[in-house]
């Protein structure tokens, strides 16, 4: 735990609980695993022999959540991750088989939802887009077994 969470903490408005201290720096952590269930964050929390209930990981993610820190996504299969808000925008493309999540950012397709909402007369303010398909790995391991 760092004064530097405790202090950003207090910046977005939350007090600097330990269990908010201990669940952000689960999340700054994460590394390649950015997108976490409420779950994998109280199981990773059981791991660091922390002690925090599985509602309050709850509780604290959707707190995270309202004041700006995390984003929520609400993948395939209907349950909810979230990763760190870092304020860089991309998209998602997703494995139905493993769970892999790869992010990207392609300026064609921005350029063209951008044109779609202006062709509607909208302006956009968000988006969120995800792709859904099988990766290489799991299409190499159904080649093996087939």
Not at 61 to 85: C, K, N, P, W, Y
């Amino acid at each position: 735990m760092s004064a530097k969470d405790s202090q950003y903490l207090k910046k977005v408005g939350l007090k600097a609980t330990l269990p908010r201290l201990k669940i952000l720096e689960i999340l700054e952590s994460a590394g390649t695993a950015r997108h976490m269930s409420a779950e994998d964050v109280y199981k990773a929390l059981l791991e660091h022999g922390e002690d925090v209930g599985l509602a309050t990981v709850y509780r604290v993610l959707t707190q995270f959540e309202q004041a700006g820190i995390l984003t929520r996504h609400h993948f395939e299969g209907g349950q909810s991750v979230f990763e760190m808000d870092e304020g860089k925008h991309h998209d998602h493309i997703l494995c139905t088989r493993c769970g892999r999540v790869d992010e990207f950012v392609d300026p064609t397709i921005e350029e063209r939802q951008k044109a779609i909402a202006d062709r509607f007369g909208y302006t956009m303010t968000d988006h969120s887009l995800y792709i859904y398909g099988i990766c290489k790995e799991c299409r190499e391991k159904e080649k093996k077994r087939g």
